[in-house]
């Protein structure tokens, strides 16, 4: 620290930080973290059997989308330079196991070879991983009947996991995005994704995946709650804080390129320590109860949505996140090409 030599009349150094705080100009060239566009994902729903697209109710704004919507969507995007999305596929058939999630002509599958078909290397496509909007009881694995109890089965998940994830290569998938937190399917995916050639597919993992209320939204938007029981066999306490570093440990070790926190804002003190930790790229994703509070209240006139918007998604970054997924990055870019935020 250094010794200041004068002080004002008031007897205060003379040290004033509002000087940099004057006008928009000044507040910029000196702003710590910035976010662009370039550095958000979009999650998309993509419905099977769906005529163009439909509202989703309580994710005010956001729609389920038909593969021609989509592509027009993505088209959108593009103008906007956000050049990522996440997909999200909602199935017209499920069942037990979840066969619909590794079909050949399964309704991701066709999303990206058609999105890919239009724009090619324009578009990083993502894919989540996953069984829930697959299977008939909801969860994000397999069912096995231990006595009277039935439990997630890890081992008989992580290969269907490495099938799904497999097909999604075949499609033409940038990046698979395991989101089921089983044990070990990071290196089940890329070991599979390996032996098939698609050495080039990236995985980023769902690693410090939280059981959270904040997915209320989602689950309602891809029909995906579990019919019994809840995900805390397998996502995480939201009070552990050591054991996302041995979550994201593992990932690395099994081959994962980016992880992932989730969710984000109530998980930056998590976002931080990961990043400080390790050498990875870190995604945070602000998921589906971030989006629907903040759109809520701005509806209610309780909050300025894009002050609110802007803010969270700096801090976000300012937590050490590299890539943020969330259902605002095509708004935030439209505000940012029209000007209109802080
Ligand atoms: C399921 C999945 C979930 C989300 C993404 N994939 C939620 C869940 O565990 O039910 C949440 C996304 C959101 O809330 O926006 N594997
Ligand atoms: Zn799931």
């Given at each position: 620290m250094r010794i200041l030599p004068e002080f004002t009349k008031y007897g205060?150094?003379?040290?004033?930080?509002?000087r940099l705080r004057k006008n928009r100009i000044v507040r910029d060239l000196i702003a710590e973290v910035k976010v662009f566009p370039s550095s958000l994902v979009m999650p998309l729903f993509v419905k099977e059997g769906l005529m163009e697209r439909e509202p989703i109710d309580g994710m005010p704004g956001q729609e389920r989308l038909s593969i021609n919507a989509l592509i027009r969507e993505v088209g959108e995007l593009l103008d906007l330079e956000v050049r990522a999305i996440l997909l999200f596929g909602v199935p017209s058939m499920k069942d037990e196991f979840g066969?619909?999630?590794?079909?050949?002509?399964g309704i991701v599958q066709k999303a990206v070879r058609e999105v890919k078909k239009n724009f090619g290397e324009e578009i990083t496509v993502m894919t989540d991983v996953c069984l829930c909007q697959y299977t008939s009881h909801g969860h994000c694995g397999i069912i096995l009947e231990k006595g009277n109890r039935k439990i997630i089965d890890n081992d008989s998940t992580i290969e269907v996991l490495a099938r799904i994830a497999l097909s999604h290569a075949e499609a033409g998938a940038d990046v698979v995005a395991p989101?089921?937190?089983?044990?070990g399917r990071v290196g089940a995916i890329r070991k599979a994704l390996d032996e098939a050639g698609?050495?080039?597919?990236?995985i980023m993992s769902y690693s410090v995946k939280y059981a959270s209320s904040l997915y209320g939204p989602f689950r309602n938007a891809a029909y995906s709650?579990?019919?019994?029981?809840?995900r805390r066999s397998y996502q995480m306490d939201p009070r552990n804080m050591r054991e996302a570093l041995r979550e994201v440990e593992l990932d690395i070790l099994e081959g994962a390129d980016i992880v992932m926190v989730k969710p984000a804002s109530w998980y930056l003190d998590i976002v931080s320590l990961i990043k400080n930790h390790f050498n990875v790229p870190v995604a945070a994703y602000s998921v589906s109860g971030e989006y629907t509070m903040i759109k809520i209240m701005a509806e209610k006139g309780l909050i300025d949505e894009k002050q609110a918007v802007w803010e969270q998604l700096h801090s976000v970054r300012r937590a050490g996140a590299d890539i943020i997924i969330t259902y605002y990055a095509k708004q935030y870019a439209e505000w940012i090409r029209d000007g209109e935020l802080p």
């Open positions: 205060f150094p003379t040290v004033r930080l509002r066969s619909s999630a590794y079909d050949r002509d989101s089921d937190m089983m044990d698609y050495t080039d597919t990236a709650k579990p019919s019994f029981g809840d």
